[in-house]
């Protein structure tokens, strides 16, 4: 995310391969499964790792003994405990949905396909705050539910064994409950933002999926999905990966789109407005597909100009672009900009290509491996302002040594100091996450010298795509890269 107070980029990570970690392996060996939508099938989508499921399950423990037949309503992260369900792995979300600018109202159907986790699941809990919910399915029958604490929580039929695959399907409608969240203090309201009428757009990072779909909302448990969205005629919706078909009636126009890559919740994206749609390969194949809209259009290309080159640059530096395709979305999002998974959101109040190369570098920097714990947001952040950095600066180290160091003495005037590794809340997007990430990162080049620190990323991408990784995965993970021990230098920065 890029927002205002620092010109953060919100940037909305992509998840690459359909990698999978069985719910029971985890830390070796990360078993991508490549593939369309229609191959892989339900075949398990990246979820918790074993180093994490130990910490899951001490968070699920603290809460009561009465969640646990649900797996406990936590996923664990105990800098966001309220987010998630261990009682289940989420394959694929579909989201139905009727929108129209002009009517702050939803109606919707989520599907959620899923695994169950844990023997003896005879309840569920999803993410999901606001909207009057209608029938509640499971496996096609309907079932009593109740809600709670910003869960929606399911009674299953009958207890399902560990491996045992479900469907779920939620009928909602409404219009969105707004809350400010206590860690996006910039913005008003995280969910579906309706813009004078004529367009809406979704920002949910990074507790905000469940003011708009039920989710188990955090990046531990990725899903694929697909989107089927009708809006009034002569509107263009925009979503995550591919768009499958349009279907124009007299009235109203269906978009299909799907994404058939790992996806945390937080990066579903839907987009509605009079787009014009621009489409392009970059030099090196990868097919980019922007969405502007004609009276800011000149601007909106001057920004997206370099991401045929930009693209291809990261992906010699990191490992090839992990998803289907890439792009830009413009919005009228009051000065912050989302890294939404293919599909950046754009502030149409943000110019320059600083910001569209900051979101872009999200897609491998958080979306592609994804955070294991909000808490480490610096990986995400300090990354995506390096990379910057680092393209502004290409073939000038002198340059970006300079630039390192003025963001550095500049992180004490910006924000009070506070670990990088544990940010208090209201600080998670704060000016140090991104500066002095950039300049930890910058550290650990100059510590472990280029040859070690690109091959540390690359192998980190191979080894977590798909998934999440800890601090100390990253850490273990250059410490292999590099054959030194990295305790001090992690400690020394985090902490
Ligand atoms: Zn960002």
Same mark, same amino acid.
């Given at each position: 995310?890029?927002?205002?107070k620092?010109?953060?980029h ?15 392996s ?35 423990s603290?809460?009561s ?23 289940y792995?989420?394959q ?16 919707g159907?989520?599907?959620? %396909? ?12 999803l993410?999901? @705050? ?6 509640? =399915?499971?496996? !096609?029958?309907?079932v009593s ?21 479900f $469907? ?29 009428? =004529? ?22 448990? =990725? ?13 263009t ?15 109203t126009s @269906? ?9 945390a ?10 787009? +014009? ?10 097919p980019l ?21 930009? @693209?291809?640059w990261?992906?010699?530096?990191f !490992?090839?672009?992990?998803? +289907? ?15 939404t998974?293919?599909?950046v ?13 900051? $979101? ?14 909000w ?30 160091a ?55 991408? %191979? ?8 601090d ?7 410490? +292999? ?6 305790d ?8």
């Amino acid at each position: 995310m890029q927002g205002l107070k620092a010109n953060f980029h919100l940037v909305w990570l992509l998840v690459l391969l359909a990698g999978c970690a069985g719910t029971e392996s985890p830390t070796t060996s990360p078993t991508p499964i490549v593939g369309r939508i229609g191959d892989v099938g339900l075949a398990p989508t990246p979820t918790l790792h074993s180093s994490d499921t130990a910490v899951a399950r001490s968070a699920a423990s603290e809460v009561s003994e009465n969640d646990r037949p649900g797996g406990g309503r936590s996923l664990g992260d105990p800098y966001i405990p309220e987010l998630g369900n261990t009682g289940y792995d989420a394959q694929q979300y579909t989201l139905k949905l009727a929108l129209d600018p002009a009517v702050t109202h939803v109606t919707g159907t989520t599907t959620i %396909q899923a695994i169950a986790t844990i023997d003896a699941l005879s309840q569920i809990s999803l993410d999901f @705050i606001g909207f009057e919910i209608g029938l509640v =399915k499971v496996n !096609g029958s309907a079932v009593s539910f109740s809600r709670a604490n910003g869960k929606l929580i399911i009674n299953l039929p009958q207890p399902l064994a560990a491996g045992t695959t479900f $469907e779920v399907a939620i009928e909602y409608a409404g219009a969105p409950l707004r809350e400010q969240s206590a860690y996006v203090g910039f913005i008003e309201a995280l969910g579906l933002q309706y813009v004078d009428g =004529k367009t809406i757009f979704v920002v949910a990072e990074p507790d905000g999926a469940r003011y708009w779909f039920p989710a188990n909302d955090h990046p531990r448990d =990725k899903a694929l999905f697909r989107f089927e969205v009708t809006v009034p005629a002569g509107l263009t919706v925009v979503a995550n990966g591919r768009l499958i078909t349009t279907q124009n009636n007299d009235t109203t126009s @269906i978009f299909i789109w799907g994404h058939d890559r790992p996806m945390a919740p937080y990066l579903a994206l839907v987009a509605v407005g009079p787009y +014009e749609r621009i489409d392009a390969v970059s030099p090196g194949g990868i097919p980019l597909r922007h969405y502007a809209f004609a009276e800011s259009r000149a601007d909106f290309e001057q920004a997206v100009a370099v991401t045929g080159e930009a @693209i291809d640059w990261m992906s010699q530096l990191f !490992g090839p672009y992990p998803f +289907e395709e890439f792009g830009y979305v413009a919005a009228a999002v009051p000065g912050a900009s989302l890294e939404t998974q293919t599909m950046v959101l754009l502030s149409s109040t943000i110019t320059g290509q600083r910001t569209a190369v900051h $979101e872009m570098a999200h897609m491998w920097f958080g979306n592609w491996v994804s955070l294991d714990s909000w808490q480490e947001m610096w990986r995400n952040e300090g990354f995506a302002t390096y990379v910057t950095m680092m393209w502004e600066n290409r073939g000038d180290p002198e340059g970006l040594d300079l630039e390192v160091a003025g963001a550095l003495a500049a992180t004490a005037e910006n924000d009070p100091q506070y670990p990088l590794g544990n940010p208090p809340p209201q600080y998670l997007f704060g000016y140090n996450t991104y500066f002095k990430g950039a300049a930890m990162v910058h550290a650990l080049r100059r510590e472990v010298g280029d040859d070690a620190f690109f091959t540390g990323l690359r192998a980190y991408f %191979q080894r977590y795509g798909g998934r999440t990784a800890s601090d100390a995965d990253f850490q273990a993970v250059m410490e +292999e890269a590099a054959a030194v021990p990295l305790d001090d230098f992690f400690a020394e920065w985090l902490d």
